[in-house]
Each structure stands twice: as C-alpha cells, then as structure tokens.
C-alpha cells in the first residue's frame, strides 16, 4: 500500500488505490470552468464537491480557503495552488489565502526553518508572491497576525481531537505537528465565522497526501458548536519534480523551479530535466519522444494555458517532428518571460506582505 503522508515529499504515483481506501470521489465537474486547470485532469477527486458546483451554477453564497506553509521560497507547484484560487475566486468564491508561518516553524525541522523569525521572513517573501500573482492583499492573511477569535477557534478545536485519534490518523503524536494541525483547521473553518463570511459551504484546494487534514477537518466541522457547514474539498496533481519520481519540493531545489530562480537557474534546471525523448536524434526523429513521461510537457500541461500549443508540442514530440533541445529552449523562454514579470510584481509587493504578515509598525522598515 502507498503510504499517504502530509508531510512527505515524495510524489504519490499510484491514485488507484486512493480513491476506494479513503472513500474519494473522482472529479467530474469540469464543466464548470473554461480555465486549463480544470480541462486538463489536473483536478484528480473530491469531497463533497457537488456544494460547490451547484452553488457556482446558481450563483449563490460559497467560501474558499487556501494556503501554503512558509516552509520555503514558492515554487511552480506552489503557482498551482494560487492558479487554483484565482479560478475558484473568478467563479464566485468569497476568499481568503493564508499563509502559515507559525505552521511553517513547528511542524518542521530545525534545519529547515529554525525559529519563528526565519519562518516570517519567508512568510512576507511568499505573501509577495500571492500579491504578485494576482491575489488581493485583503484576502491574505498571516497564521501569526490573526484576531483572538482565530486562536480560540484553535484550541476549541484541540478539545475535539484526543491523542488516540491523531495518532490514528497521522501515526505520531509530535506537538509540533499537533499544534499545526488545529491551526491548519481553523483557517479552514474560521472563514464562516460570523466576524468573516458566516456560514456557507466552502471549498479548499489540497494535494492528495493532505487528505488526512481534510477528514479531520470534516469530522471535528461537525462536532464543534458552530453549526459550521461541512467543508468541502478538491484534489489536484502536484506538479513533479523535474527529475523522476520526485515532487517538486523546496526541500530537493535542484528538482524545482523557484519563482525567484534567476534566467540563468531556469536554463540549467530546464536543461537538466527529465524527458521522454529517446537515446539519439535519430532514434527520436524515428519513433517520436513520450510527452506522458516528459517534465517539460508536464510544466506546459500546468501553467501554459494555451491549447493550441499544448496538442502541437503533443503531436510534433509524438511524431519525432520536435526534439527535446528545440522543446527545452521552448520552456526556458516560457518560464523566463514568466518569471521576469513575476520578479518585478513581487519587489512591488515587499512593503504591502510586510504589512500582511509583521503589522502595521513594520511599515516604517
Ligand atoms: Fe518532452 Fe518536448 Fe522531448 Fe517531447 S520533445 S519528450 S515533450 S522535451
């Protein structure tokens, strides 16, 4: 059995069994967005989705609630997350974006982020880059800078959730972890609070090893006196890593691009990637390369939106007509040009997530 762990790095590669061990629902709503994120199977499974569909359809009251740990600098896999909340906002969904600092620190190693210090600067580096993507400054918040309603939220939450259960779910019981986990539901319960939203069904967007969180969040949404609406979940693909088998992960940098990775790390790591071409130029040029394996195909598959040159790259790698160097060169100016305005907008940004994440006194800095 493939273990799923929520804070694993390692790619899930075999969905099958997911779906009848834990009881997922396979996506099926494609219909209600135009946008390549939901064309593309990117989208694997659902809870309780239909909630959400039909409040798209007629137009009424619906939440969502995303986040990222400030664990490290975002990377494509993380652009994902806020291409996805993007969508879900333009189809209705009144949002908020959280970005998990104190989570960032305590559910990991000290070698990773080692104080809470670090874990903010990271937190106001990452808030720039949701505002520098696109997403409003006032629908982002920071887990440390929330109003008391947010941490009662939390431990009301911790009286729902015994040693045993946690144990059962995640197979230990690190307080570190423990302390992230309440947090991780109330930021996904707290946007119905009456001082938020009140409320409503709500959506949030997750990898599948976070499936743990998104049952627990269920069970104790019942169970606690809020008369909260259960929330409701989806579940996309993670971008891989750019080498076999891996995730892209800001824990292997070689195997991700960053959204600050300078032209020059776009090159080597685009260059360096893993294809589906073949051993020689002839033997290419012969029998076509395997876009399905291919991490170059994969990156267009998650953020190039435009069909018509996504069925050509299929068709010319298919047919041996594109070889992976002219492909490669593709995607380096694609990311490139991406980046290059990215980088502008998240300078720009700097003072407004200092703003987000330290308060207002750090305005002055
Ligand atoms: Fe991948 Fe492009 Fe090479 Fe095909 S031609 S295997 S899509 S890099």
Same mark, same amino acid.
């Given at each position: 059995m493939e273990n799923i762990n929520a804070?694993? *790095?390692?790619?899930?590669?075999?969905y099958e069994h997911i779906f009848e061990e834990f009881g997922l629902s396979r996506f099926s709503n494609t219909e209600i967005s135009d946008s390549h994120l939901f064309r593309r199977e990117i989208i694997v499974a659902e809870r309780d989705f239909s909630k959400i569909a039909e409040a798209i359809k007629k137009r009424q009251k619906f939440l969502q609630l995303t986040g990222i740990a400030s664990s490290g600098d975002l990377h494509l896999g993380h652009k994902t997350d806020i291409d996805f909340y993007l969508e879900f906002r333009r189809l209705g969904a009144k949002s908020r974006f959280c970005i998990a600092d104190i989570d960032g620190y305590v559910s990991r190693p000290d070698s990773k982020v080692p104080s809470m210090k670090t874990a903010k600067e990271i937190a106001v580096r990452n808030a720039a880059d949701a505002i520098a993507l696109?997403?409003?400054? *006032?629908e982002i918040y920071a887990q440390s800078n929330m109003p008391r309603e947010y941490y009662q939220l939390s431990f009301e939450i *911790?009286?729902?959730?015994?040693n045993n259960m946690f144990e059962a779910i995640y197979g230990h019981t690190d307080l570190g972890k423990i302390s992230s986990v309440l947090l991780q539901i109330a930021d996904i319960l707290h946007v119905q609070l009456p001082q938020y939203y009140g409320r409503a069904p709500s959506i949030t967007g997750i990898g599948l090893d976070q499936d743990p969180h998104a049952r627990l969040t269920r069970d104790v949404a019942r169970r606690l006196d809020y008369n909260f609406e259960v929330p409701s979940f989806f579940y996309f693909r993670h971008l891989s890593g750019l080498k076999e088998g891996s995730k892209m992960s800001s824990s292997a940098p070689d195997t991700a691009i960053f959204l600050k990775d300078s032209p020059e790390e776009v090159e080597k790591k685009i260059g360096r990637a893993f294809t589906g071409g073949r051993e020689s130029v002839e033997e290419q040029r012969k029998k076509g390369g395997n876009p399905e394996v291919c991490k170059v195909y994969e990156i267009f598959k998650f953020h190039n939106p435009d069909e018509r040159f996504l069925s050509q790259t299929y068709s010319d790698c298919r047919s041996g007509k594109l070889l992976c160097g002219e492909c490669k060169k593709n995607c380096i100016e694609f990311i490139k040009g991406m980046l290059k305005e990215h980088q502008e907008k998240h300078k720009q940004a700097i003072p407004e997530a200092k703003r987000i994440v330290l308060g207002s006194k750090s305005l002055s800095e």
């Open positions: 804070w694993s *790095s390692e790619a899930i590669k075999d696109g997403i409003p400054p *006032s *911790s009286k729902k959730i015994t």
